[in-house]
């Protein structure tokens, strides 16, 4: 059982809740995929598509270092801080719908966060080697740590670290992904890009991708607490 503010929870319940976030996620992914295909058939307004955008954005932040390139993929948009490319998805670049739009918008959030040199990028860019170990390895000692629970707590133990950096990643991400989105509806709104229920469908759609981020923080945070109860109960034998 692990302690939080006074109240006592043992793994069960944690295993619960990591379980209905688990489900949540999959139910707010679905609903986004959903938004994103039935705006792909709307024309927006200003009839520029997402790699036009991304140009202008960039441009009017005096950001003309960053490359614009079209990858594979749905929803597979990203900015790569090192090498500098904002990598749009062939319906994010071709697209000149809603949706098209303010994910270039968002992604171009993120280039201006580099280029601003915002916080939260920074370490996030930082945590990436650190996170990309511990998952590769993360699941094997987790592994071990449950199968000899009863001889050793070291590879849980172990396990317990490496997740803690994915989970602090993941925490570490939320600002990260709410300011790039700002960004991106107020620059939006600030050029007419849009127009009003436009702006309001931008907001959905980048809102709903912003509580995937959310549902992924909370659902770590409740499996590494899981966890931590699972090893307690066992010190506590």
């Known amino acids: ?90 319906g994010v670049f071709h697209g000149n719908n809603i949706g098209a739009i303010a994910v270039a918008a968002h992604e171009c959030g993120h280039a201006i966060q580099h280029n601003r040199g915002y916080l939260f990028l920074h370490l996030r860019s930082m945590m990436v080697p650190m996170v990309s170990f511990s998952a590769r390895f993360l699941n094997i000692f987790i592994f071990l740590g449950v199968i000899m629970i009863n001889r050793s707590l070291v590879p849980l133990q172990i396990g317990i670290m490496l997740f803690t950096v994915t989970t602090i990643f993941s925490v570490i991400t939320l600002p990260v992904e709410f300011n790039a989105s700002s960004r991106a509806l107020k620059w939006l709104e600030r050029n007419d890009i849009v127009d009003r229920d436009e702006l309001k469908d931008a907001k959905g759609a980048l809102g709903l991708a912003a509580m995937t981020y959310v549902l992924a923080a909370i659902g770590s945070i409740a499996e590494l607490l899981r966890l931590l109860s699972i090893l307690n109960s066992r010190r506590e034998e």
């Open 1 to 90: 059982m692990i302690y939080i503010g006074g109240y006592g929870i043992d793994h069960n319940m944690l295993l619960l809740v990591s379980v209905v976030v688990f489900i949540i996620s999959l139910i707010v992914q679905g609903m986004l995929s959903s938004k994103m295909r039935k705006y792909a058939n709307i024309r927006s307004t200003c009839g520029k598509t997402g790699a036009q955008i991304a140009r202008e954005m960039l441009e009017s932040n005096d950001i003309y270092d960053v490359e614009i390139r079209e990858v594979d993929g749905f929803l597979s948009d990203h900015y790569n801080p090192l090498n500098k490319t904002l990598n749009l998805s062939s």
